[in-house]
């Protein structure tokens, strides 16, 4: 299953590099998000890193994840695939 990051985790002065906002879409409620919970994520980039990360919950009630990976994602991610196993 694909997934698209569509930003990252903010707050007034602080944006989280490890926390994104990432939607499916095949999923567009809360409840079929809730059965995606725990499920891996990985990042492949341009260059060929992979950046592996775990769907840690919800993001609203439209389907929205969230996901926190082990390292800080690059600006250049927003917009880009990621692979739920």
Do not use: D, E
């Not at 989280?16 to 725990?38: D, E, R, W, Y």
């Not at 992979?50 to 919950?57: F, Q, S």
């Amino acid at each position: 299953m694909k997934g698209i990051i569509q930003n990252f985790r903010r707050g007034l002065g602080v944006t989280a590099q490890n926390h994104v906002v990432v939607s499916v879409p095949s999923v567009s409620t809360k409840t079929q998000a809730l059965k995606l919970l725990g499920k891996k994520t990985v990042f492949k980039s341009v260059g060929g890193k992979t950046i592996a990360g775990k769907i840690t919950g919800t993001h609203g009630t439209n389907g929205l994840l969230m996901v926190r990976f082990i390292r800080g994602l690059p600006g250049q991610a927003l917009g880009m695939p990621v692979v739920i196993q």
